[in-house]
């Protein structure tokens, strides 16, 4: 997948040795789990490089160095979830300064905006970030925008945004460019090589992959930046904890094996959905006629298996997600098991009613996180929910 890393190691080699590999002392080939909150101090002023957990734990520590080589980044630190991870970048930010935002983002990024942040004066705008003229207009318009936060693709309408294109826009009105890179993970995209100052992560979806944690991450590959950050982690503390950071380090060894097949899958069953009756559209920047389809295709090396569909209105929606067996109805993604979710009420909910109509993120928009089951069986089960939910 990708070239040579700094130290040699290609991407597929970085995931399994990267960051702390094994355990020096012992010759264990699991990083240990350091299940402790201080550390004895040698005499005062004198420590073995760790004083207390908040501030540093060499598990977390393994993890953060992991995560920095995987997206070519200088520092990584982790949090307790992915808003922990998001929270903290915009703790960079003061009051007065804005935050621009592409038009459709996980509802919680907005919801810490719309709701903490704005409390506190710092402000946020959406914008459509696919039309750069657009984008370039707003930064050169309002000296007060000091950052642009995508995802690409976005969830739930899979949005593509240039990564380079914008954040070199970012850059020219002097402002940071911050890349949620959830959805691609650096298997896929690496937002920092793209021109990216920062990199969020919830870490709970594929980096973990098997719906079984909690976790975020944020990436820089700005020095300064990376000095503000460490510090907003240690003052504000929302870390991750020895044994979840040690479950990501195992999760993320098998994230090329476990991408490889999503997207199989999820190549497999978008190209299905198209052709059923009950689908008005299919959303996967997979198809040719995706939106921002070259895009895609130039700054990421696949296109995920995250896909959402607009059922037509002919069908109960209520009745679809009743009727699915082996899909399971939940919030998340990014799991080894295929989960299905309705965005309006579920993940978009704190969108209000009507920007979410604005933005595309109707009531009968469905999202597919695809699994790794067979792809046959998917297939089969999501026929039989459309087979019910068809209104006679
Ligand atoms: C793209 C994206 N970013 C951030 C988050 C928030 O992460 P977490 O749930 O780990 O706090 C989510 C959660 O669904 C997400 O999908």
Known sequence: MAGNGEDGMRLNTKLIHGGVDGDEKTGAVSVPIYQTSTYRQLELGHTKGYEYSR???PTREALEKLI????????????????AAITAVLFLFKSGDKIVISSNVYGGTFRVLDKIFL?????YEIVDTTDLDALDKKFAADKSVKALMIESPANPLLTVTDIAASAEIAHRH?????????????????PLTLGADIVVH????????????????????????????AFIQNSTGGVLEPFDSWLLIRGIKTLSVRMDRHIQNAEFIAKWLLEQKGVKHVYYPGLSAAQGYSIQKKQASGAGAIISFELSEEYNIREFFKSVRLVTLGESLGGVESLLCHPASMTHASIPYEIRQKVGITDNLIRLSVGIEDK???????AAAFSKAGRK
């Open 68 to 83: 920095a080589e995987l997206e070519e980044g200088k520092a990584g630190f982790a949090f307790a979830s992915g808003m």
């Open 55 to 57: 501030t540093g734990n």
């Open 376 to 382: 046959n069986d998917l297939v089969s089960d999501l």
């Open 119 to 123: 409390q506190f004066g710092l402000n």
């Open 202 to 229: 919830s870490a709970t979806k594929y980096l973990g992959g098997h719906s079984d944690l909690v976790a975020g991450l944020a990436v820089t590959n700005n020095e300064e930046i990376a000095k503000r950050l």
């Open 174 to 190: 002097g402002a940071l460019a911050i890349v949620d890179n959830t959805f691609m993970t650096p298997y896929l995209q690496r």
